[in-house]
């Protein structure tokens, strides 16, 4: 899937991209957007089937006063791959950036993300931010989380962080002790990560639909 977007000087854009593909075939995307002068844009990714996903996003903030707003989240089980290439190019003046990505791996899943912000020359008084969160569910994953920020401009203030961590045992075993198994538990915490995420999807039915898949390959984990 290929696809370029604009978001016109003091327009307003939300790009909602779900990937539910079947666990047997692979998955390629490749999203590129403009946000001109005053502009919004908001981006909701879900990557979340497939056997090996490879997925790009670009944001070119060229326009002075724009916003980019991109939550994203992805999931691995069994053998699956998954790479995630997100890069956000702040060039206007005053220009500001947010990407958020929550992710889970189980199985002997493998996953990379490498998020960018970069600020061009010319973008003073611009702001970035930038974290990933992801949970561990299994000791056979594999994991490669490659923050990246890059400025041509000193007056800029950039932001970046990830968190990589196992399940937490204090909270499976109190969800536990409450009568769910270790699956429902699991489950539980999983989507307290992705709902910052989900909540940002209108359609109910689409949402319903992702709960239900993820619900699935929790189980069969």
């Known amino acids: 899937m290929r696809c370029r977007c604009i978001s016109p000087d003091g327009g307003e854009l939300h790009l909602i991209n779900v990937q539910l593909v079947a666990a047997d075939q692979p998955c390629t995307s490749r999203v590129k957007v403009y946000v001109g ?3 919004k844009f908001s ?18 903030m060229a326009g002075d006063d724009s916003v980019s707003d991109i939550w994203s989240l992805y999931f691995g089980d069994g053998s699956r791959k998954v790479d995630m290439n997100y890069v956000i190019r702040q060039g206007g003046k005053r220009t500001d950036a947010n990407m958020q990505v929550r992710g889970a791996l189980l199985g002997s899943s493998e996953k990379t993300f490498r998020g960018t912000l970069d600020f061009l020359e010319g973008a003073k008084g611009s702001v970035g931010r ?19 920020m890059l400025s041509h401009e ?10 990589i ?18 699956a429902d538990a699991q489950r539980l915490v999983v989507e307290a990560s992705f709902n ?10 689409l949402k319903t639909e992702i709960d239900e898949h993820l619900q699935r390959r929790l189980s069969n984990g």
């Open 37 to 39: 002068k005053g502009a």
């Open 43 to 60: 981006y909701t990714g879900v990557e979340a089937g497939a056997s090996h996903v490879a997925a790009e996003l670009t944001v070119d």
């Open 196 to 205: 910052p995420v989900l909540d940002r999807i209108p359609d109910e039915d």
């Open 165 to 182: 961590g196992k399940m937490d045992e204090e909270k499976l075993f109190y969800l536990m002790s409450r009568g769910l198994d270790l």
């Open 130 to 148: 930038e974290n990933e969160e992801v949970v561990l569910l299994s000791p056979t994953v594999r994991n490669r989380s490659v923050p990246i």
């Open 154 to 163: 000193d007056d800029v203030d950039g932001h970046h962080a990830v968190s």
